[in-house]
């Protein structure tokens, strides 16, 4: 399953959930929570259900038909997989499959891991990711975004253009290809 983060930020910025878009307008909550959720295809849909939520959200049904359809291109690809590490001790490598992660810990120390399962779905994974980002609520996180090159909240493109790093811990991800060192981050 994936989550449309583009479609998220709509449905927050209109104090909306699943819940209440379906309430509003009037799709049933199966079909709103299968589109979201990747369960059913977009060209599968009634085109009077996208009307209605595209109507709600306040965007044409081609945008969220557009929407839609690039999620449903993305959903092998929200993140490239990475090794997981720990100042410069590689902790593991994180595979990102179709529909569940997988975790190869190298190393299980409870301080140094931020996934406690050795594998999670991508519901799971995309929480964890989400909590290595600025929260979305920040008065200053349109700035935040642009200093990094992005133009909307996506935490998982917010990890890759960060490497995951936080204050808060020495926990970061290093990307194939990459030649980084844990000082490159305290620069």
Same mark, same amino acid.
């Given at each position: ?25 009037? /799709? ?5 929570y =299968? ?6 295809? /977009? ?12 109507s709600?959200?306040? /965007?044409?049904?081609?945008?969220l038909y =557009? ?25 593991g ?6 529909? =569940? ?22 519901f ?12 979305? =609520? ?25 490497h ?24």
């Amino acid at each position: 399953m994936r989550d449309t983060v583009v479609l998220s930020g709509k449905l927050k910025n209109k104090g909306l959930n699943l819940h209440t878009l379906s309430e509003k307008s009037g /799709v049933s909550y199966s079909t709103v929570y =299968n589109l979201f959720k990747g369960e059913k295809s /977009v060209k599968d849909a009634k085109a009077e259900s996208v009307y209605k939520i595209a109507s709600e959200l306040g /965007v044409s049904m081609d945008y969220l038909y =557009n929407q839609f359809v690039q999620s449903e291109s993305d959903r092998g690809s929200i993140m490239p997989d990475f090794t997981l590490m720990w100042q410069d001790e590689e902790m593991g490598e994180v595979h990102i499959g179709e529909s =569940n992660v997988h975790i190869d810990k190298y190393v299980r120390h409870p301080v140094k891991q931020i996934f406690y399962k050795d594998e999670i779905t991508r519901f799971e994974f995309g929480e964890i990711m989400r909590s290595r980002c600025w929260d979305e =609520n920040r008065q200053d996180i349109k700035e935040l975004l642009s200093s990094i090159g992005l133009m909307e909240y996506n935490p998982f493109q917010i990890c890759i253009k960060t490497h995951g790093r936080m204050v808060q811990d020495m926990t970061w991800f290093r990307f194939e290809g990459e030649d980084l060192r844990y000082e490159d981050f305290k620069r």
